[in-house]
């Protein structure tokens, strides 16, 4: 049984950053694909970035050249550094560990507002 608890999100200004943390236990990060996910009201849920076990990205275009996912196998943690903060990634950020038989933590609450 794997389990992710997600932290880090709050409110912030346009323009602002926060950075997402996801910390696994019951199985290594480092050797499955790890993913953010965000869900608007009203939308479905859609993929955000996702790193490999060899630790190859991948980004929406939404967030290219914004967003930053990073891991720590040493902490068994996945981060997503998210800078230039728009209205529209208003959303709650989830994180998903694996990819056919897959794990989801209870999200954390980006808002994103003056």
């Known amino acids: 049984q794997v389990k992710l608890v997600e932290s880090g999100g709050g409110l912030v200004q346009p323009g602002g950053s926060l950075r997402l943390s996801c910390a696994a236990s019951?199985?290594?990060?480092?050797?499955?694909?790890m993913s953010w996910y965000r869900q608007a009201p009203g939308s479905q849920r859609e993929l955000v970035a996702s790193?490999?076990?060899?630790?190859?990205?991948i980004y929406a275009d939404s967030v290219k050249g914004r967003f930053t996912m990073s891991r720590d196998n040493a902490k068994n943690t996945v981060y997503l550094q998210m800078n230039s903060l728009k209205p529209e990634d208003t959303a709650v950020y989830y994180c998903?560990?694996?990819?056919?038989?897959?794990?989801w933590g209870q999200g954390t609450q980006v808002t994103v507002s003056s």
């Open positions: 790193i490999t076990g060899p630790g190859i990205t």
């Open positions: 019951g199985s290594a990060v480092r050797f499955n694909t």
């Open positions: 998903k560990f694996g990819v056919l038989n897959s794990y």
